[in-house]
């Protein structure tokens, strides 16, 4: 119960829109009880702190790594410190999920709770932000950016097409194509490039996964048709904001992103200076906007990491995440799984590819969407091996006794034999 009330609560944020609820700490409260969950369970569940993959393994010790170091931080001990046990929290879920998602129903369950969620902020955002120029600044926290909003609507979309997908009867399957509409036309209202660039690499990949291998045809033609349409109808400020990337432009707000773009350079150049003045144990978690002197993070997740973790923290950063692609490679070269896993696979792909190039444009190294993501292919490849363990394998012939094989033969030619008597 914790557990999902702790996705709940940090994807869907409801505080932000549920009148009355933002008086409560929802996040301190459902973060305490995961913790607690986590202690109490010990001992009584199926898998153990000792069955935990090598990607949980890479998670625990940069957490460790990340609040170790943040008490030498060279900008802000305290600041740092308080930010990397904030993290540290995702990392407690993470384990949880690990030790209490057996199976596939609560596995689904899990990934229900996010894309329902991120389909709700999508709704809420349109009709809150809907005379502003952006989508910025509507909700709080993690989609109180525009672009942290569209890169959360893209990792959490090709889980909305997996639903329809699977999803039966008529009003199940028009409730996730309305939902898919309203993060669709999210992501361009927040005329975010990072994550148009993001919705097309993901989204090439689902529609691989789901169009492609999955022979349907009319879902390539439709996805096709219908992001034209939304491009047309709510990407005029983005088109605006991809041309300014030139310079070219005489429009203030155009103006604004260009400056943003030439901005983010230096950002990405103090980053790597950082990293080569600090290599060994960084700035800090967060410690990196007062750094620059721009009080803005660098809008590339691996750059982030390495400047406030120093070079060890990114090491185990991308160990961590390619462990994630080694989980959905083992799994995609089964033939034998269950066609919904197999459709759950393709989303999670989908969505970590969509993590691994959009992180090269935003910030997003202390969210929890990509680690999600991570948990759940453990959660798979978990569960799949646990299913070919618990299956007997019949011996083959070779290793039958000559007394075995001759009673089979026995039994073979007396099956076959014309006279009923004999058989």
Known sequence: FWLCAFWFVYCARPEDWIPGLKYLPLAKITGFFTLVALLSSAGKTKRSIRDLPREGRYLLVLVCLLVSTSVI?????????????????????????????????RLRRIIF????????????????GRNTPRLEGVLNGMYYNANDLAFALVLSLPFCLAFFLQARGLPRKALWMVAMLFMGVALFLTASRAGFICLLIAGSVMLWHFGVKGKRPQLIVGAVVIGAVLLVAAGGKLKDRFFAISGNTQNSEDQSAYGSYVQRKELMISAVKAMVKYPIYGLGVNNFVSYAGYWREVHNSYLEMGAEGGVPALVLYLLFFYSGFANLRQLRKRRDLDPQVRLFVGALHSSLVGFAVGALFEPEAYQLFSYIAVAQTSVIWAIVREQDASTPVPPSPAKLSVYDQRAGANRISRMSSPNPAIR
């Open 113 to 128: 709770i996010q894309a329902a969620s991120v389909a709700m902020v999508a709704f809420v955002s349109v009709v809150k």
């Open 73 to 105: 931080s060279p900008i802000w001990r305290g600041g740092a410190l308080l930010h990397s046990l904030d993290f540290a929290k995702g990392a407690v879920a993470w384990v949880l999920t690990f030790l209490l998602v057996t199976n596939f129903q």
